[in-house]
């Protein structure tokens, strides 16, 4: 149950030249279209219970993809198969009618979904439970904001855990608490077994929840792998637009290594120094570290700001800021220059892999000029050496407050 | 083989379909202070118009029937109840795929069911209308008997002939936007040239001739028998619009099983 196996799936879209010629090949039988594709040999296979992102830029095709999983559009050319219940939300809403309410939406977005009218008025609380939209559920839904058009539309699809759950974007409408609300809930379908197939631009999303993700580029398949490295290759081709080379090598900690740019600057060394300058690969947590970093100039630049920023094992960013933001932007640097960065931080992190990211931009994103872009420039281990054990992606030094009260009454009273 | 799989996806989603039915009636009067009272004030509306204005005012006489009181309004009603069917229903599958465009973009579901919501729904206002042509039937004394079982083969040979050209219609409206505009404008011919507000008789024998191409003229007449003359319609003259009945059911299935993939493609 759950699985899904895409095969050869091709797309292409039928292009008349003029108004009559789609009626003069109705007629004459003769083709007088030109093929337009936007899918072509789409392959991949998803096992049941694995999560698989699907990244790409507006136009990439995600969306044509998704349509012909669930079987909204028909593939030109190869085949899907499907296996069990699928539910799946569409880009926003789910089809919905402006004039019906809420409710009767509902009633519709389920009985599409093969539910019937009993099942559904069972479902109904929990479902206006999950949504939080209140009295607007018997409000016709043209008085609704999207995000609460979201809330209802998710709320319905997800009201059983199906086999296979398909989301759309749709999630990035809704506000951040229901977005840790619906996230959870698709990662809670997912420990139970449920097959999930995201698209989103949200990098974290798709790294903390995918095990695997693709990226799709102009219809084809550009790279399909580890969600880190997927996120990391798709982020570099997003400043693709100036001429740069992106390229992937696995670096000697066995973290893949993105690297890109135009390299007018270039990051040639990444070190991580202790309290007393000593050089370590593992760092005790809450421990005095400085990252030195050297750059070299290879081209007379006009503004150079250096990026840097921490990941965790699963490629979310810990934190991270640039040299804009810190107004320590350097106006300019000519050729041969080589300039050394010092980063200095409490390593305020929780036990386990992280990484240093850190690039090389005109400004203060990468969008506009890209000189050089490295994710994992440098892995480390955090290790604990002092600290009482704890859990999660970072340290702070809790302190925790007892008092043994003999009285109850007494502290019910100082309420 | 398809229709099979068809009609079986459509029995798991007749949940879907009744809902839709109801909703859309509930829908249209949802918003209105005197809700399903409007389903009914405007046939009646209608009826009670044809009566006073064509029938007691202008008072055309029908022959064989002066002695009936109202035979002009059972006439009239009787065609324009059926016609109203026929035009109800081959109008909104005209526009049915193009009107729900946004549902079949993002779900997936048998798309079957959208003509076959169409059909209920207008269905639906038909009975309505019918009921109360019955009432004011009854009421006048001139109740059809047993003779109005006749209405059961004549209305399921209307439902199956304007199902086949509303599918066949419906899914070309999809490719080339003029057919529904071609749809409106034939309607309106089409109302016209049968014998609804006017008698055949009243035609002279050149047009009466040129009248018998009108695949409707022998079922609006078999309305009109059955409620006018209280007698069993000439089921024999229906012989030729029931072939024509097939061969539409078989354009409408040829065309909508065939582009039915294409569909969404063009929304």
Known sequence: ?415 | MIQAVMFRSLWQYRGFVWGSVLREFNGKYRESLFGAFWAVAGPLTMIVIYTVVFAQLMRPTLPGHESTPFAFSIYLCAGVIAWNLFAEMLGRLNNVFLESGNLIKKANFPRICLPIIVILSAFINFSILLGIYLLFLAIIGHWPGWTILAAIPLLVLQLLFTMGLGVALGTLNVFFRDVGQITGVVLQFWFWLTPIVYTLQALPEGARAVMRFNPLLSLIGAWQTVFLDRDWPDFASLLPLAMLTLLMLWLGAWLFLGRVGELVDEL
């Open chain 1, 1 to 415: 149950m759950g699985y899904l196996r895409v095969r050869n799936v091709g797309k292409a879209y039928k292009r008349y030249p003029g108004k009559w010629a789609r009626l003069t090949e109705w007629v004459t039988g003769r083709e007088r279209h030109e093929k337009h594709w936007v899918l072509r040999d789409i392959s991949f296979e998803v096992a049941p219970g694995e999560a698989v992102g699907i990244v790409g830029i507006n136009g990439a095709g995600k969306s044509t993809l998704l349509k012909i999983i669930t079987g909204t559009a028909q593939p030109t050319t190869g085949s899907v198969e499907i296996g069990g219940r699928v539910a799946a939300l569409l880009e926003l809403g789910m089809g919905f009618h402006p004039d019906f309410t809420g409710r009767q939406n509902v009633y519709m977005g389920a009985q599409i979904n093969g539910l019937f009218t009993g099942q559904i008025s069972e479902l109904m609380p929990e479902i206006e439970d999950f949504a939080e939209i209140g009295d607007y559920i018997d409000q016709p839904l043209r008085t609704y904001s999207s995000g609460m058009q979201m809330r209802l539309a998710f709320s319905v699809a997800t009201a059983i855990r199906p086999d296979i759950l398909i989301v759309d974007e749709a999630l990035s409408v809704g506000d951040a608490y229901f977005q840790h609300k619906s996230f959870d809930r698709i990662r809670r379908f997912g420990e139970q077994g449920t097959t999930l197939l995201i698209v989103s631009h949200d990098k974290n999303a798709i790294q903390s929840i995918c095990n695997r993700a693709i990226l799709l580029k102009a219809g084809v398949i550009a790279k399909e792998g580890e969600p880190e490295e997927v996120m990391d290759y798709y982020n570099a081709l997003l400043a693709a637009h100036q001429s740069q080379i992106v390229q992937q090598t696995i670096s000697v900690e066995q973290k893949v290594k993105t690297d890109s740019g135009t390299y007018e600057a270039q990051v040639t060394k990444v070190k991580i120094f202790d309290a007393k300058g000593q050089i370590i690969e593992v760092v005790p947590v809450g421990a005095w570290v400085t990252v030195q970093i050297t750059v070299i100039i290879n081209r007379d630049i006009d503004g150079l700001v250096l990026g840097f920023g921490i990941k965790d094992r699963l490629g979310q960013m810990v934190f991270g800021t640039n040299t804009f933001h810190t107004k320590q932007r350097i106006e300019e640097a000519k050729r041969g220059e080589i300039y050394l960065f010092g980063v200095s931080f409490y390593a305020n992190l929780g036990v386990g892999s992280f990484s240093i990211h850190c690039s090389l931009v005109r400004n203060e994103s990468h969008v506009e000029k890209n000189y050089h872009w490295i994710d994992c420039a440098k892995v480390f281990e955090v290790v604990n050496v002092d600290k009482p054990l704890f859990v999660g992606c970072a340290w702070n030094d809790m302190q925790f407050k007892i008092k043994r009260v003999s009285d109850a009454r007494a502290i019910m009273m100082e309420d």
